[in-house]
């Protein structure tokens, strides 16, 4: 079997809405990479800022050891996450889970109880964001977030809006580019994981794929919000490039024979399928070849 695609970049999220890190290789969990999401910041109320209301999220730079993205690696004293911004001083969070407890912290339709980090972390964004809030960390230990039923029943994320991997080809964000003024760079729209060498679009057609030795299923395309029209390195809104998907990649375009809901589409969701079975060496890399397994013949057929 031929490989269709080969995975370009590895992109993770450890606090929601603010900046990636591009990383050469991943653990697998079966909420996602590893550290994807695990954090969050929320208001005084405990439920969850993100960059459709704070915009500001996308200049909080964050780094993590190296070392993190190794297979098996546990955190130590001093292992710690570094939190950055304009005219901030740099915060550093412990990778050691918390002892604190903040209840009645929501994210969409979850709620439940999540680690709290403290009241340095919180007078940061508090400062940062000039209103009351506190840096939570999902607790694995006591709660799960399951994803939509209907799509996925089963499987379960941390702080991920919708699904715990979202993908996206090279090839689509080149075809987008080619109609827009200024091109916009991949990070607009917040992929785990950026393909290239298959046809644009092509990841809208793919229910079953393997990269390296993990099958994963396509769920789900991803509507997108207003946050690919915020630049990542301003942190200001514009327009596009959801004025032009909104005519090259609208339901009405793509869907025209499904209930039609003005939405937008640019990614795959997936899930990894064999996230139940134990074993060692569970790392996605650059570089992996991508095998479609399954697949539907148009992106009306496609879960969305």
Same mark, same amino acid.
């Given at each position: 079997?031929? +490989?269709? +695609?080969?995975?370009? *970049?590895?992109?993770?999220?450890?606090?929601?809405?603010? %900046?990636?890190? *591009?990383?050469?290789?991943?653990?697998? !969990?079966?909420?996602?990479? %590893?550290?994807? %999401?695990?954090?969050?910041?929320?208001?005084?109320?405990?439920?969850?800022?993100?960059?459709?209301?704070?915009?500001?999220?996308?200049?909080?730079?964050?780094?993590? =050891?190296n070392e993190a993205f190794s297979e098996g690696?546990? =955190?130590?004293?001093?292992?710690?996450?570094? &939190?950055?911004?304009?005219?901030?001083?740099?915060?550093?969070?412990?990778?050691?889970?918390?002892?604190?407890?903040?209840?009645?912290?929501?994210?969409?339709?979850?709620?439940?109880?999540?680690?709290?980090?403290?009241?340095?972390?919180?007078?940061?964004?508090?400062?940062?964001?000039?209103?009351?809030?506190?840096?939570?960390?999902?607790? +694995?230990?006591?709660?799960?977030?399951?994803?939509?039923?209907?799509?996925?029943?089963?499987?379960?994320?941390?702080?991920?809006?919708?699904?715990?991997?979202?993908?996206?080809? /090279?090839?689509?964000?080149?075809?987008?580019? /080619?109609?827009?003024?200024?091109?916009?760079?991949?990070?607009?729209?917040?992929?785990?994981?950026?393909?290239?060498?298959?046809?644009?679009?092509?990841?809208?057609?793919?229910?079953?794929?393997?990269?390296?030795?993990?099958?994963?299923?396509?769920?789900?395309?991803?509507?997108?919000?207003?946050?690919?029209?915020?630049?990542?390195?301003?942190?200001?809104?514009? !327009?596009?490039?959801?004025? !032009?998907?909104?005519? &090259? %990649? $609208?339901?009405?375009?793509?869907?025209?024979?499904?209930? /039609?809901?003005?939405?937008?589409?640019?990614? /795959?969701?997936?899930?990894?399928?064999? *996230?139940?079975t134990e074993g060692h060496g569970k790392i996605?890399?650059?570089?992996?070849?991508?095998?479609?397994?399954?697949?539907? $013949? $148009? +992106?009306?057929?496609?879960?969305?």
């Amino acid at each position: 079997m031929e +490989a269709t +695609a080969k995975v370009s *970049s590895i992109l993770i999220y450890p606090v929601k809405s603010c %900046r990636g890190i *591009s990383v050469f290789q991943a653990p697998l !969990t079966p909420t996602g990479f %590893r550290w994807d %999401r695990n954090w969050l910041v929320v208001n005084y109320k405990g439920r969850a800022y993100t960059q459709r209301v704070e915009p500001k999220l996308a200049l909080v730079e964050i780094e993590l =050891p190296n070392e993190a993205f190794s297979e098996g690696w546990e =955190p130590t004293k001093s292992s710690f996450m570094t &939190i950055k911004a304009p005219q901030m001083s740099v915060l550093k969070i412990s990778l050691m889970k918390p002892s604190e407890v903040a209840e009645g912290v929501s994210v969409w339709e979850w709620s439940g109880s999540a680690l709290d980090e403290g009241a340095e972390a919180a007078k940061w964004f508090s400062d940062y964001l000039g209103k009351p809030s506190r840096l939570v960390r999902f607790n +694995a230990a006591s709660e799960t977030r399951l994803v939509d039923p209907n799509y996925a029943p089963g499987h379960k994320t941390m702080f991920a809006d919708l699904f715990p991997f979202m993908l996206i080809s /090279q090839g689509s964000l080149d075809t987008l580019n /080619q109609f827009l003024k200024e091109p916009v760079p991949i990070n607009r729209f917040r992929p785990n994981i950026l393909v290239e060498g298959c046809e644009p679009f092509s990841e809208d057609l793919w229910t079953e794929i393997r990269i390296n030795k993990f099958t994963f299923e396509g769920v789900r395309l991803c509507s997108r919000c207003k946050v690919p029209t915020i630049n990542q390195d301003t942190g200001i809104a514009g !327009t596009e490039p959801n004025e !032009t998907l909104r005519k &090259i %990649r $609208s339901d009405k375009v793509l869907r025209l024979d499904k209930k /039609q809901q003005g939405k937008i589409y640019f990614g /795959q969701n997936l899930v990894w399928k064999d *996230s139940l079975t134990e074993g060692h060496g569970k790392i996605v890399n650059v570089g992996d070849p991508v095998f479609v397994l399954k697949k539907v $013949s $148009s +992106a009306a057929e496609a879960a969305a």
